[in-house]
């Protein structure tokens, strides 16, 4: 089984450095022209089944991806971390406001949970059980594709190396419509790439 495991496009918010969440703002220009060029990268590459999470960033760029009249199944525990009261704030603002944030931060670690919002423990939990359904639910022989969020991509990646989602969320980047790539023997998950950025060139 391979599967691969894909970023959305960017929004005018990513731009802003303005924390979304799970505040649902669509992509912009340079975003649906980055799920396009993502897209011709799955010209080459067979998946079978195509996954997204609930917010419209992912399931538009999961659109753009999708061959004709695919059937994307939509799943809100892929869904990106939520921050909370912290969403629609720049990250600036917040730690200008807050300025014991990163005490705070390193007090509490995984378990931190911003106002009303979610720890990255509580997000780990909940997308790598998903993942899990989702590959336990196909054969071997199946190829997957998941169009999910940064904070979600640096965990499950973490979970399939074997090492901490805590660490992999403050260590990995993920850029807009990365792909990331596994691949399961039904024992154990092999990463072949991470924050892979197809940009296809064309012959002069």
Not at 132 to 147: G, M
Request: aromatic fraction near 10%.
């Amino acid at each position: 089984m391979r599967i691969y495991l894909v970023r959305h496009g960017e929004t005018d918010w990513n731009l802003e450095m303005r924390i979304q969440g799970q505040t649902d703002v669509p992509l912009n220009a340079v975003g649906i022209g980055q799920a396009e060029q993502c897209a011709l990268f799955f010209n080459d590459n067979h998946y079978d089944y195509l996954y997204s999470s609930a917010l419209q960033r992912a399931k538009k760029t999961a659109q753009i991806i999708a061959s004709p009249n695919q059937t994307i199944k939509v799943y809100p525990e892929l869904n990106e971390r939520s921050f909370g009261l912290w969403e629609t704030c720049l990250w600036d603002d917040i730690h200008r406001n807050n300025p014991d944030l990163e005490q705070q931060w390193r007090r509490n670690g995984k378990y931190f949970q911003p106002p009303q919002g979610e720890s990255i423990q509580e997000m780990t939990t909940r997308v790598t059980k998903k993942i899990q359904e989702i590959v336990s639910d196909h054969l071997l022989s199946d190829n997957l594709l998941v169009v999910t969020h940064g904070g979600p991509l640096k965990v499950i990646v973490g979970n399939m190396m074997g090492v901490d989602g805590y660490i992999t969320y403050n260590s990995l980047a993920m850029h807009n419509c990365c792909i990331n790539i596994a691949d399961y023997d039904g024992n154990s998950f092999k990463m072949e790439r991470i924050n892979y950025v197809h940009r296809p060139t064309t012959d002069c």
